[in-house]
Antibody
Framework: QITLKESGPTLVKPTQTLTLTCTFSGFSLRTNGVGVGWIRQPPGKGLEWLALIYWDNDKRYSPSLKSRLTITKDTSKNQVVLTMTNMDPVDTATYYC???????????????WGQGSLVTVSS | DIQLTQSPSFLSASVGDRVTITCRASQGIYSYLAWYQQKPGKAPKLLIYAASILQSGVPSTFSGSGSGSEFTLTISSLQPEDFATYYCQQLNSYPRTFGQGTKLDLK
């Protein structure tokens, strides 16, 4: 079965860079049509789509955060890494990674999610 | 970016009720819409994709409809486990934006 798990620091200081790792099993990022994405959710608020990387290394970012985000994959380790620079207290959120699949002629449908990782930005 | 507006933002209902949540897109997105359910402290769960296709394992009390810029999620008979927050998401273009959410609670 497909599982994903986020790992990384729970606390970062303002201006620091956040590095989150999504370790997955049950699928391969070499498979046509597959992607892994990142979504965040500030406490008590809604979902925000951040980035997604596909099997062919196509990368998509939220335009509002693009200058701060980098998404990479290590297919051999079954991992996807998201880095976010210049962290600010408003970036405090639960960060989720998710398996994205092809649905019809659209890509990136999130059908499996990790449990989420709460990251607090505070000095 | 495509904006998705859900209505209502809050909804109180009783077990057995039929409820409908609407999601409106700022521009046409064909049928590239998904619905998710999220319970407190948990990750979202995919319910419906391509506007009306039920994800495997999701009860048939859930249904979706719509195309273009207006979509609905209907729960035909609310069960106790359905009280949660619901989000729509468009898959027409990047970024793959979400609606602001609809919190469904027990009346």
């Amino acid at each position: 079965q497909i599982t994903l798990k986020e790992s990384g620091p729970t606390l970062v200081k303002p201006t620091q860079t956040l590095t989150l790792t999504c370790t997955f099993s049950g699928f391969s990022l070499r498979t046509n049509g597959v992607g892994v994405g990142w979504i965040r959710q500030p406490p008590g608020k809604g979902l925000e789509w951040l980035a997604l990387i596909y099997w062919d290394n196509d990368k998509r970012y939220s335009p509002s955060l693009k200058s701060r985000l980098t998404i990479t994959k290590d297919t051999s380790k079954n991992q996807v890494v998201l880095t976010m620079t210049n962290m600010d207290p408003v970036d405090t959120a639960t960060y989720y990674c998710a398996h994205g699949r092809k649905a019809g002629d659209s890509y990136g449908l999130f059908d499996y999610w990790g449990q989420g990782s709460l990251v607090t930005v505070s000095s | 970016d495509i904006q998705l507006t859900q209505s209502p933002s809050f909804l109180s209902a009783s077990v057995g009720d039929r409820v409908t949540i609407t999601c409106r897109a700022s521009q046409g997105i064909y049928s590239y819409l998904a619905w998710y359910q999220q319970k407190p402290g948990k990750a979202p769960k995919l319910l419906i994709y391509a506007a009306s296709i039920l994800q495997s394992g999701v009860p048939s009390t859930f249904s979706g409809s719509g195309s273009g810029s207006e979509f609905t999620l209907t729960i035909s008979s609310l069960q106790p486990e359905d009280f949660a927050t619901y989000y729509c998401q468009q898959l027409n273009s990047y970024p793959r934006t979400f609606g602001q959410g609809t919190k469904l609670d027990l009346k």
